[in-house]
C-alpha cells in the first residue's frame, strides 16, 4: 500500500507562482510512475504531468508545458509540481498519483494511489 500526501495549494494572483509537493509513503516502487492530476468544479479530471522515478523525461500536458514543471527527490519519496505562470484557468484541486509499473499514461484509471488533493485558486 502508498501512502500520498499533497501540500502547498493555496491562493495565488495570475502571473503568480506556487510549488506542490507530494511525498510518498508505505511500500514505494522505485520503478513506479508518479503523475500530477487537477480537477476543476463541474469538469472531468485532467492529466497535468507524470514522471517515472527511476528513469526517463516527464510527460505534459499541452496546457501546462513551459509553465509547470516536474521534479523529484528519491531521497525524501517526494514529487514536487512548479507551477509558474498561473492562469485563472489552472484553478483547480490538484491530485497526486502513482501506479506500480513504469509506464507513464495520462488515464488516471491507469493510477493505483491517489492523495486527498490540494486546492489551488488563481485569481484574476
Known amino acids: 500500500q502508498v501512502q500520498l500526501a499533497e501540500s502547498g495549494g493555496g491562493l495565488v494572483q495570475a502571473g503568480g507562482s506556487l510549488r506542490l509537493s507530494c511525498a510518498a509513503s508505505?511500500?514505494?516502487?522505485?520503478?513506479?510512475?508518479m503523475a500530477w492530476f487537477r480537477q476543476a468544479p463541474g469538469k472531468e479530471r485532467e492529466f497535468v504531468v507524470a514522471?517515472?522515478?527511476?528513469?526517463?523525461?516527464?510527460a505534459y500536458a499541452d496546457s501546462v508545458k513551459g509553465r509547470f514543471t516536474i521534479s523529484k527527490d528519491n531521497a525524501k519519496n517526494t514529487v514536487y509540481l512548479q507551477m509558474n505562470s498561473l492562469k485563472p484557468e489552472d484553478t483547480a484541486v490538484y491530485y497526486c498519483?502513482?501506479?506500480?509499473?513504469?509506464?507513464?499514461?495520462?488515464?488516471?484509471?491507469?493510477?493505483?494511489?491517489w492523495g486527498q488533493g490540494t486546492q489551488v485558486t488563481v485569481s484574476s
Open positions: 498519483a502513482a501506479r506500480g509499473g513504469s509506464a507513464l499514461y495520462t488515464d488516471s484509471d491507469e493510477y493505483d494511489y
Open positions: 508505505g511500500r514505494t516502487f522505485r520503478s513506479s510512475a
Open positions: 514522471i517515472n522515478w527511476s528513469a526517463g523525461r516527464p
